[in-house]
C-alpha cells in the first residue's frame, strides 16, 4: 500500500495549472495514464453528490473511499484527460430556497407587527392598560 503524496498528474495543455486543487479553485483537467482495473481517483475532499468526473469525455462513477473521501473508479487500460469539476447547482439552489423562505416569512409577520403595534398604541392613547384589558 502506498504512503504519503500521491504524485501530481500533469496538466492538460493550455489548462489551468494541473496537478493538485481545491473545491474553491474550480473545475481541473489532468492526463491520466491507462492503468489495471480497481483503481480509484481519490480526492482529498468529503464524498458529495456535487462532484463530477470525465475521464476521456466519458462519465466516471463516484464512490467514497475510506468512508469519507470523494473518489470516481477507473475503467482499466483508459487513459486520457481526466475532468473533475464541483456542480454546485444543488447548493444554490437550496441556499436561494431559504433566503425565499425567509424573506416570505418576514413580509407575512410584517402586517401582523403593525396591526399590533397599532392596537396597542391606539389603547394607550384611549388611556385603556397596555395588558389587553379595558378600564
Known sequence: VPTGPAPALPPVPGSAAGGRTNAAAGPWSGLLPAGPAGQLLVLAEPADPGWRATLAGQPLPPVAAWG????????????????????????????LAGAAAAGLLVLLAVPAWLSSSAGRRSRWLAGAPDDGTAR
Not at 469519507?68 to 441556499?95: I, K
Open 68 to 95: 469519507w473521501a470523494q473518489a470516481f473508479e477507473l475503467p482499466a487500460g483508459t487513459s486520457g484527460e481526466v475532468q473533475v469539476r464541483y456542480d454546485h447547482g444543488p447548493h444554490r439552489a437550496l441556499v
